[in-house]
T-cell receptor, first 114, second 114 residues
């Protein structure tokens, strides 16, 4: 069983378009995250949600809007895509309390903006 | 500010040789630490974790890491490297005080020569 899944795995689109990436976890975790991995493989946190509540919102453009319909799902919508948005986006999940904070990552979504 | 440094961008070792990948961190709170491995085109797999207690932790695939608070380090070791260990390795640090977001190092690419 896949613990953290993301769709789609690849996304190729043109500048100015709007796209969404979906993430689901079946680990029973209460916290989910979005990370961005740039072309140099550097990973940086974008957002985190705990039980559908936004906890972390790093300095990310307003064009990026996360949504968490329930604690097992976290989606990322991106408006007006730009060339610089090309990256691999990883979803992750963990527990926020109880001492077991390890994050499990999805397979990633490679976004290419042309 | 929180930061993680992996001083070695690339490391090449012979198959069967021992391995040590370095990780140093700067953090304003009591950290917990992870090592993740990423194969080309894949997601991040958790190798091992340190939260508290015994400073020498064992992980999957024969890896271990030692937490040294006095040196702010969490180096990854393996006594005998296999060709399948070739991948990129990321050290990551988190803390409950910072919302459990992970701060990643820039990664170390491990090459294994036969």
């Amino acid at each position: 069983d896949t613990a953290v899944s993301q769709t789609p795995k690849y996304l190729v689109t043109q500048m100015g378009n709007d796209k969404s990436i979906k993430c689901e976890q079946n680990l029973g975790h209460d916290t989910m995250y979005w990370y961005k991995q740039d072309s140099k493989k550097f990973l940086k946190i974008m957002f985190s949600y705990n039980n559908k509540e936004l906890i972390i919102n790093e300095t990310v453009p307003n064009r990026f809007s996360p949504k968490s319909p329930d604690k097992a799902h976290l989606n990322l919508h991106i408006n007006s895509l730009e060339l610089g948005d090309s990256a691999v986006y990883f979803c992750a999940s963990s527990q926020a309390y109880g001492g077991r904070y390890e994050q499990y990552f999805g397979p990633g979504t490679r976004l290419t903006v042309t | 500010a929180q930061s993680v440094t992996q001083p070695d961008i690339h490391i090449t070792v012979s198959e069967g040789a021992s391995l040590e990948l370095r990780c140093n961190y700067s953090y304003g709170a009591t950290p917990y630490l992870f090592w993740y491995v990423q194969s080309p085109g894949q997601g991040l797999q958790l190798l091992l974790k340190y939260f508290s207690g015994d400073t020498l932790v064992q992980g999957i695939k024969g890896f271990e890491a030692e937490f040294k608070r006095s040196q702010s380090s969490f180096n990854l070791r393996k006594p005998s490297v296999h060709w399948s260990d070739a991948a990129e390795y990321f050290c990551a640090v988190g803390a409950v005080e910072y919302g459990n977001k992970l701060v990643f190092g820039a990664g170390t690419i491990l090459r294994v020569k036969s």
